[in-house]
């Protein structure tokens, strides 16, 4: 008899097989949780290491190698410009029309740097996630290392319905997306690509930038306010929170540097680290004593913190506002918050290297041959890895911890390194 008093026996126990893993190539998991530490313990013992870190180095030598056959990229534009004149004189058009024209050119020069670092970062962070994380990653879909994974992926967002909630206001949930990404694009005008390589060439450009930057916020309050939704509107008022309490201490963290520099423009702060202590140590903010290591670091994660990334993506923690201010958008609208997230991730990355890194400036003397766009570029993308390391490493920080970090510890320490520059250009004078 059974317990229940029914007299049948119990069925048969469904014995489940012991899984087997896939061991082709010998990529994928191992019999033991620890198999990473295993497999890493000697990596230049694998071949396919040591062929990934050859491959590794003839990229970055034929970057170099091509940067130095091209050089300064300044004297193509201005030749572009020369030609575009020419063309219009001949024509009998006025001068307007060729400033017009140059205007749109590096209007769309921008346009394409974002939309291009989107494709770029979202494959790089796959990547570097995968390392970090002990993923897969994108290697087997997409051809060599998933390079076409993110191309197809903007193709299925093209394809995807586009779908506004029935409670909706519609014509804020439609327009939100654009006040979001715009000022992103309109940001990056004044940021130097290199020696003399801005789009406009602007006085007050540190300004400009923080202004335009701070607008985005608006944009993400009006997503999660019109979608409808109590768990959208949660988080766009987090977002307003974090952003508005962030932005204190990133502006703070500058002063320092524009009191070094003493300038607002972005071509003249990297101008004033120019040159080298001793012959070989770089001038550049970040080498300052205390100073500029505090303003770097405060700078890199208040910069965290306004891109919504993690351990700060508390705006659109899936862990309790399921996807927070972007929660009723799809497709290409949906597409565009994080278009812009790694826009803003791309311009910080540009303001560290322009504030605390030399700008386009070479790290070591001799090495001037390399032209100051490879060197601006490199120094950018050695920061983008900063801010995908941080994503994948830390836990994200509870509402209340965000807020106290950041006006109990980022904001004081900000007043205090502009004591702190104060006191250095004093005792310098």
């Given amino acids: 008899m059974t317990a229940s008093g029914s007299g049948q026996a119990p069925p048969p126990k469904k014995v489940i097989p012991d899984p087997v893993f896939n061991e082709k190539n010998g990529r994928l998991l191992k019999d033991t949780r620890y198999w990473p530490t295993e497999v890493w313990a000697n990596p230049w ?12 180095i003839g990229i970055i030598g034929a970057i170099f190698a091509t940067g130095w056959m091209i050089g300064e990229l300044a004297p193509l534009g201005d030749t572009l410009y020369q030609l575009i004149a020419s063309v219009a004189s001949a024509g009998g058009l006025p001068q307007t029309a060729t400033e017009a024209t140059w205007i749109m050119i590096k209007a769309l020069i921008i346009l394409h740097v974002v939309l291009i670092n989107g494709l770029w970062a979202v494959w790089w962070e796959r990547k570097i996630s995968a390392h970090i994380q002990s993923r897969v990653g994108p290697t087997y879909a997409g051809g060599f290392h998933g390079w076409a994974q993110t191309i197809l992926d ?6 995807k319905e586009d779908i506004t909630p029935a409670v909706a206001d519609k014509w804020v949930h439609a327009l939100a997306p654009a006040i979001v990404v715009v000022p992103v694009i309109i940001a990056f005008a004044p940021v130097s690509f290199g020696s003399q390589l801005a789009a406009a060439d602007i006085d007050v450009g540190v300004l400009y930038i923080f202004a335009f930057a701070g607008i985005s916020v608006i944009g993400v309050v009006m997503g999660g306010w019109a979608s409808g939704n109590k768990y959208s509107l949660l988080g766009g008022l987090r977002a307003t ?26 071509s003249v702060i990297a101008h004033a680290q120019a040159g080298y202590w001793l012959g070989f140590i770089p001038k550049w903010f970040i080498f300052y004593p205390l100073v500029g290591q505090l303003a770097f670091i405060i700078f890199l994660i208040a910069s965290v913190a306004e891109t919504n990334r993690t351990p700060f993506d508390i705006p659109e923690a899936e862990s309790e506002l399921v996807s927070g201010f972007h929660t009723e958008y799809s497709g290409m609208k949906w597409s565009m918050f994080f278009l812009t997230e790694y826009g803003y991730v791309l311009l910080a990355c540009f303001l560290l290297a322009t504030f605390f890194l030399g700008g386009g400036a070479a790290p070591l003397p001799g090495l001037e041959i390399i032209p100051s766009w490879i060197w601006m570029l490199g120094k950018a993308m050695a920061m983008m890895f900063v801010f995908l390391w941080v994503r994948w490493t830390f836990p994200r920080f509870r509402a209340d911890q965000l807020m106290d970090f950041n006006w109990k510890f980022l904001l004081p320490w900000s007043f205090a390194n ?12």
Avoid: N, T
């Avoid at 013992?45 to 590794?56: C, D, F, I, Q, T």
């Avoid at 903007?154 to 394809?159: E, Y």
């Avoid at 502009?418 to 005792?427: D, K, M, S, T, V």
């Fill in 418 to 429: 502009i004591a702190f520059a104060a006191a250095a250009l004093l005792y310098l004078s």
């Fill in 154 to 159: 903007g193709i299925k967002l093209l394809l």
């Fill in 45 to 56: 013992a694998s071949p396919a290491y040591r062929r990934g870190a050859m491959l590794l």
């Fill in 241 to 266: 929170a974090q952003l508005v309490s962030y932005e204190l201490p990133r502006g703070f963290s500058v002063v320092p540097v524009i009191m070094f520099s003493g300038s607002l423009d972005l």
